[in-house]
T-cell receptor, first 109, second 115 residues
Framework: QKEVEQDPGPLSVPEGAIVSLNCTYSNSAFQYFMWYRQYSRKGPELLMYTYSSGNKEDGRFTAQVDKSSKYISLFIRDSQPSDSATYLCASQGAQKLVFGQGTRLTINP | DTGVSQDPRHKITKRGQNVTFRCDPISEHNRLYWYRQTLGQGPEFLTY????????KSRLLSDRFSAERPKGSFSTLEIQRTEQGDSAMYLCASSLSAGGNTEAFFGQGTRLTVV
């Protein structure tokens, strides 16, 4: 079993829709949780960073962490075609970041 | 501060040749990570440094791979006797670890093609 599991999609939604992206993790030592956005042939770009459980909002993006169920979510409101990319979740304890497989998202105009 | 810088951006090499990649982290960051990413997959951990000390190496990092971070600043990743299976994007990231972890920022990666 991978330490971080993420549905690879692909996921395709119309412009303006609310997008929900999810990951699960297995290591109880993970305390830091991140979402990255990656465009084709580019490095991952940090979107959201949270510590422990709870919600964090930044503009149209909301990250949720539920440590009791080991579940990580990213919500995108009012999705735009420019949001089309691969979204990577990552978890970290004291050491390395562990990534999910990434979900490929397409927002259709 | 220009972020994490990686050089070169692209490298094409013949099988059996040695290659070296460089990463310049964000200046105040004491942690530096190397990851490898293949098409359709998330980044896979290779190794990381805290200052100049290499603290962890993945089983993915065979004897042909070596990484250094002299003086705790820039880092190099060398692959000896390259194989076609080494073709991938090699990503570097840096963060600050001081009583807790901070965000890890990635560079644009070095895309390696072994022919």
């Amino acid at each position: 079993q991978k330490e971080v599991e993420q549905d690879p999609g692909p996921l395709s939604v119309p412009e303006g829709a609310i997008v929900s992206l999810n990951c699960t993790y297995s290591n109880s030592a993970f305390q830091y949780f991140m979402w990255y956005r990656q465009y084709s042939r580019k490095g991952p770009e940090l979107l959201m960073y949270t510590y422990s459980s709870g919600n964090k909002e930044d503009g149209r993006f909301t990250a949720q962490v539920d440590k009791s169920s080991k579940y990580i979510s990213l919500f995108i409101r009012d999705s735009q075609p420019s949001d089309s990319a691969t979204y990577l979740c990552a978890s970290q304890g004291a050491q390395k970041l562990v990534f999910g497989q990434g979900t490929r998202l397409t927002i259709n105009p | 501060d220009t972020g994490v810088s990686q050089d070169p951006r692209h490298k094409i090499t013949k099988r059996g040749q040695n290659v070296t990649f460089r990463c310049d982290p964000i200046s105040e960051h004491n942690r530096l990570y190397w990851y490898r990413q293949t098409l359709g997959q998330g980044p896979e951990f290779l190794t990381y440094f805290q200052n100049e000390a290499q603290l962890e190496k993945s089983r993915l990092l065979s004897d042909r791979f070596s990484a250094e971070r002299p003086k705790g600043s820039f880092s190099t990743l060398e692959i000896q006797r390259t194989e076609q299976g080494d073709s991938a994007m090699y990503l570097c990231a840096s963060s600050l670890s001081a009583g807790g972890n901070t965000e890890a920022f990635f560079g644009q990666g070095t895309r390696l093609t072994v022919v």
